[in-house]
Structure formats: C-alpha cells, structure tokens
C-alpha cells in the first residue's frame, strides 16, 4: 500500500493537500498528515512513506533538515520529497537540491500538477 505524508504548519494548506490528494485514498493510497517537523519524522519512521510533501518553514525541525535526514540518515533514498513552499529564490532551490529533494514547487501551487505528479511518483493509472 502507498503512502503520502504532507507535512506543512499551516492548517488550510494541509487541508487543500489532504482535499487534493484524496481521490487517491480510492486507489489504495494511504495520506497521513504532520503540521510540525517532530511530528514529521516520527510519521516517517513509523509509516515509510513513498511520497512526501514538504514544507520548508516549519517548528521544531526545518524542511531541509528533514529531507536530508530521509535521503541520508534514514536510508529512505527512494523515498521522493517534494519541497512546497513559498520560498521561491534560487538559493532556496539550490538548498533543496543540496539536501535531496526530488521536486521543488513553490506556493501556490496548482492542485492538478500536485495529483499529476503524486500520480507519476506511485505509478498510478492517469484518470
């Protein structure tokens, strides 16, 4: 079974992400849900997610921190992090890539292109 984590701290992006993505739940995709950086990583370790949507400034642990311990201290190399974000300058991006992100988008984002491409990661048939 797949799994999908969305990790952000602001409620209504949660939401727009776990409204976005639900369709998926009916193709057997599990979503899980972390509104800070602590929660985030313990999620990860417990559920392994193949597909992760990540903020970049969240409390306790930042995004960057957390792909980074995903790709090289959890050993969850295949795992695919796409850092969502408003911070769009080309440093932050470089960070992204510096740390392991697979897919930077910054915010806003267009729902469709988030379904697509969580569609593209877990294989799933386009509808």
């Keep these: 079974m797949a799994g ?9 992006i949660r939401l727009l992400l776990e409204q976005t ?26 559920t392994k997610p193949e597909l992760i949507f990540l903020d970049v400034m969240l409390p306790k642990v930042n995004g960057f921190e957390i792909c980074e311990a995903v790709k090289e201290k959890m050993g969850l190399k295949d795992t695919c ?18 740390v392991g992100a697979d897919f930077y988008i910054t915010k806003p984002f267009n729902p469709d292109e988030i379904v697509a491409l969580a569609r593209r990661v877990l294989r799933l048939e386009q509808k």
Excluded: N, P
Aim: hydrophobic share 40%.
């Design 4 to 12: 999908i984590l969305v990790v952000d701290d602001e409620l209504h």
């Design 81 to 98: 992090v796409v850092i969502v974000t408003a911070k769009g300058q080309e440093f932050d991006k470089w960070k992204g890539r510096e």
């Design 21 to 46: 993505l639900e369709e998926l739940e009916e193709e057997g995709v599990d979503l899980y849900f972390a509104s800070d950086g602590e929660e985030a990583l313990e999620l990860i370790e417990s």
